[in-house]
Nanobody, 120 residues
Framework: QVQLVESGGGLVQAGGSLRLSCAAS????????MGWYRQAPQKQRELVGT???????NYADSVKGRFTISRDNAENTLYLQMNSLKPEDTAVYYCNADVRSYNYRLQNYWGQGTQVTVSS
């Protein structure tokens, strides 16, 4: 079984920064694409951005230029650097990963989420 554990959330003032981490653990062969999603109260979960195993990134228009996704493949860890935070960035942030197991099946996993609150 694979676990994704996010950390780094919290309360920050508008204009501030936070760095989220997502550590993958368990038994697996490799991790393919990883991504960050977020869900604000009474809204649907939305994509923040993704990163391939090779480091290619893709971002939602709402966070381009402010957020940066990176990963450490050796440590099986995903990061989200969030700068110039706005109140509308307030949400629960979720880590997502496509993980290849030892039977070579590709399975998708979610973390439990970490709360980010941006005050105005």
């Amino acid at each position: 079984q694979v676990q994704l554990v996010e950390s780094g959330g919290g309360l920050v003032q508008a204009g501030g920064s936070l760095r989220l981490s997502c550590a993958a653990s368990g038994r697996f062969v490799s991790i393919n694409d990883m991504g960050w999603y977020r869900q604000a109260p009474q809204k649907q979960r939305e994509l923040v951005g993704t990163i391939t195993s090779g480091g290619s990134t893709n971002y939602a228009d709402s966070v381009k230029g402010r957020f940066t996704i990176s990963r450490d493949n050796a440590e099986n860890t995903l990061y989200l650097q969030m700068n110039s935070l706005k109140p509308e960035d307030t949400a629960v942030y979720y880590c997502n990963a496509d993980v290849r197991s030892y039977n070579y099946r590709l399975q998708n996993y979610w973390g439990q989420g970490t709360q980010v609150t941006v005050s105005s």
